[in-house]
């Protein structure tokens, strides 16, 4: 199984600053990374796929990079809304997919 | 807009069975392969199964295999995840979420249910 290692666990910034998150994969995932926002009581909202391209609709302040075994997700001007948990998910071993355990991006 | 509402999680013993469907409207629902990913509380998300668009492939992770089914009704813009031989390690808020893609699935879920709980307790 892959395992997909998220950090920092938390990151407590003010909005207007920049968010900068990693994914690490315990083995190549190529390109087959993609990261999601949750907030609390809600499901996953899928923001990027294939590591950067963002998915339909997501403001172009969320970018993802990243190939092999090392992603970032970078949020260039945090709006008061992007506080919440992000996930990256690898799907390179598919049907065995796995989520990353969060990073919780909360306001300082 | 896509809309996907999942229903019949609820409270049962461990050995138990219990049956939730997601009802789709929105999209197309025979063009897409669909998923069920749960969530344990706190946790990060699963992903538990897929079926196909046409209902005649499917795959499950090991942590459900021989105890889950997934299947569909396009004729309904219905799926169902039919849950045995529950366990306590199986509580979490199950979700139906599409697949990015038309047809061959890419194991992206670009749509998402607002879920149902699943409690397993005696």
């Known amino acids: 199984e892959i395992v997909l290692t998220q950090s920092p666990d938390t990151l407590s910034l003010s909005p207007g600053e920049r968010a900068t998150l990693s994914c690490r994969a315990s083995?190549?995932?190529?390109?087959?990374l993609a990261w999601y926002q949750q907030k609390p009581g809600q499901a996953p909202r899928l923001l990027i796929y294939?590591?950067?391209n963002r998915a339909t609709g997501i403001p172009a302040r969320f970018s993802g990079s990243g190939s092999g075994t090392d992603f970032t997700l970078t949020i260039s001007s945090l709006e008061p809304e992007d506080f919440a948990v992000y996930y990256c998910?690898?799907?390179?071993?598919?049907?065995?997919?796995?989520f990353g355990g969060g990073t919780k991006v909360e306001i300082k | 807009q896509v809309q996907l509402v999942e229903s019949g999680g609820g409270v049962v013993q461990p050995g138990g069975s219990l049956r939730l469907s997601c009802a789709a409207s929105?999209?197309?629902?025979?063009?897409?392969?669909m998923h069920w990913v749960r969530q344990a509380p706190g946790k990060g998300p699963e992903w538990v199964t897929v079926?196909?668009?046409?209902?005649?492939?499917?795959h499950n992770a090991d942590s459900v295999k021989g105890r889950f089914t997934i299947s569909r009704d396009n004729s309904k813009n219905t799926l169902y995840l039919q849950m045995n031989s529950l366990r306590a390690e199986d509580t979490a808020v199950y979700y139906c979420?599409?697949?990015?893609?038309?047809?061959?699935?890419?194991?992206?879920?670009?749509?998402w249910g607002q879920g149902t709980l699943v409690t397993v307790s005696s």
């Open positions: 998910q690898q799907r390179s071993s598919w049907p065995a997919l796995t």
């Open positions: 079926i196909s668009y046409d209902g005649n492939d499917k």
């Open positions: 294939d590591a950067s």
């Open positions: 929105g999209f197309t629902f025979s063009r897409y392969p």
């Open positions: 083995q190549t995932v190529r390109s087959y």
């Open positions: 979420a599409r697949d990015r893609n038309i047809a061959a699935a890419v194991y992206y879920f670009d749509s």
